[in-house]
């Protein structure tokens, strides 16, 4: 199954959702799990539960996270896998597991083509770039002179190498002509101290890990990963301000395995996209420097299509092999 079948699915099941909910199924009936590639506390793990929650007040039933971390998504792909094709499991998880992991290892045991079927996008988590504020530069624009001006002498973390913020940093690199040496660390608990502490001098990251040190002035945020400015922090501007099209920021979204009945996708994505308009849920999920989206099947298709294409990209640009 190509990219173009992927978004015809999920065209087909948007235009079903034209159809009355109560006219389709009486699903859910039961439990709905949700199994989330990550351990509890990251940006999935805590989307996830938020939306869970109130899912589970609308639909009547159970919504319930099951964390299955490790193997870099192959636990959770095959977790997916071996529970029927019913609509009662699903998956949430960022893009990386199908726009990275395809790129950067040569045997996976998922086909993000074959063997899942877009829901619907969740969120959208903006990363912010902060440097540490000895540096002196107080805009995007000051920064990017001040790493010209003296090549190889400023270095960046990220959470690892292939990560998004690896790879979104060295796509801004290519496309500005930036030598800023790369620092890999196991996760932002250890990158972002390190920032703060000055073994690095800048880093991209989500808010919640920089806010803290934000109000301490202990870091400066100088711009966002985003393709428009983002809403809670409208003083910052978006890289794609300076980059056209630069877009980095994660997304997340549920899936279904393939064979899922139509009419239940279509049931869960009418169900997410109401509670992605919810104030409650919307304020939540600022407070945690998330964006709630609620997008359709075919919508989410087109979002994961797009990220994948920029990663071939950035992967290319990184010279990352496979492994």
Known sequence: MQRRDFIAIATGAATSAALPLCAQSNYPSRVVRLI???APGGFPDTVARIYARHLGERLSQGVVIDNKPGANGVLAAQALAAAPADGYTLLVTDGSMFSINPLIYKQLSYDRNKDFMPVAMLARAPLFLAINPRLPANS????????????????YGSS??????????????????????????????LSIPALVGGQIDAVFSALPSLAGFVKGNQVRLL??????????????????????????????????????PVDRINRMAAEVAQVAKLAELINTMN???????????????KALQSENERMVSAVKIADLKLE
């Open 223 to 260: 711009a966002v990963n985003t393709a428009q400015r983002y809403s809670q922090a409208p003083q910052l501007p978006a890289i794609a301000e300076t980059v056209p099209g630069f877009d980095f920021a994660p997304t997340l979204g549920m899936l279904a395995s393939t064979g899922t």
């Open 160 to 189: 690892g190498i292939g990560s998004t913020h690896h790879l979104c940093t060295e796509a801004l690199k290519h496309a500005l002509g930036l030598d800023i040496r790369h620092i890999p660390f196991k996760g932002t608990s």
């Open 287 to 301: 407070a945690a420097g998330v964006e709630a989206v609620g997008a359709g099947p075919a919508e989410y298709a």
């Open 36 to 38: 989330v590639p990550y």
């Open 140 to 155: 995007f624009a000051e920064f990017v002179a001040l790493v010209k001006a003296k090549p190889g002498a400023y270095s």
